[in-house]
């Protein structure tokens, strides 16, 4: 079975400051690894994806995330917030183990953007 | 092209009531998705189908839950005998193909309908 784990349910950042939210999984077997955004009352856009190769990706929006085996970690950031990210984020892993794959996503981080 | 979508938007019913929430995934896509989204949680897998077999409801929470997908397009959750703890968003998502080969085809997901149960 795999787990995701969102730390700080709530992040502030300013305008323009690094952006940098926390993901951290376990999974029994190499996983693949995403991150979500979902603005209000919307359903979920993919911002970028690991699944083999380059452990550095990057996504839209200027995010991007590394991926870490050592520390099972896959945070995401970005250089300069813009109040356009404020949203909220998930984390989320799958396995293609048959059966489809489903998505096991983390509680979310909420990313406010002040100026 | 149209994405997922899923209708209604929202759906407020009493306890009790049995619903049907609909989802029509993009044209072509083979694998459905059933998630549901408790308020300040992430969305919780409930079941898969690819076409029309449902090849996993493990998530389903009980069997007052049942989804289908009979000409393996359009998919219908349908939740009997509603209780408060089965308001949630429910989101749907469709992807082109079942992930295989060590590729992964990325779920689309469609705008959720809000649950409300009273």
């Known amino acids: 079975a795999q787990s995701v784990t969102q730390l700080g349910s709530h992040v502030s950042v300013s305008e323009g400051a690094l952006v940098l939210l926390r993901c951290n999984y376990s999974?029994?077997?190499?996983?693949?690894l995403f991150w979500y955004v979902q603005y209000p009352n919307q359903g979920l856009q993919l911002l970028l994806k690991?699944?083999?190769?380059?452990?550095l990706v990057k996504g839209i929006n200027g995010f991007e995330a590394e991926f870490k085996k050592s520390e099972t970690s896959f945070h995401l950031t970005k250089p300069s917030a813009h109040m356009s990210d404020a949203a909220e984020y998930f984390c989320?892993?799958?396995?293609?183990?048959?059966?489809?794959?489903?998505?096991?996503f983390g509680t979310g981080t909420q990313l406010k953007v002040e100026l | 092209g149209a994405g997922v979508s899923q209708s209604p938007r929202y759906k407020v019913a009493k306890r009790g009531q049995d619903v049907a929430l609909r989802c029509d995934p993009i044209?072509?896509?083979?694998?459905l998705f059933w998630y549901q989204q408790a308020l300040g949680q992430g969305p919780e897998f409930l079941t898969y189908?690819?076409?029309?077999?449902?090849?996993?409801k493990s998530g389903l929470p009980s069997d007052r839950f049942f989804a289908e997908r009979p000409e393996g397009s359009v998919s219908t959750l349908k939740i009997q005998r509603t209780q408060q703890e089965d308001s949630a968003v429910y989101l749907c998502?469709?992807?082109?193909?079942?992930?295989?080969?060590?590729?992964?085809?990325?779920?689309?997901f469609g705008p959720g309908t809000r649950l409300t149960v009273l």
């Open positions: 999974s029994s077997v190499p996983p693949y």
């Open positions: 690991y699944t083999t190769g380059a452990t």
């Open positions: 989320a892993v799958s396995l293609l183990t048959g059966g489809g794959n489903k998505l096991t």
């Open positions: 044209s072509g896509h083979v694998s």
């Open positions: 189908f690819q076409n029309e077999a449902q090849l996993d």
């Open positions: 998502a469709s992807s082109l193909v079942r992930g295989s080969g060590g590729i992964y085809n990325e779920q689309f």
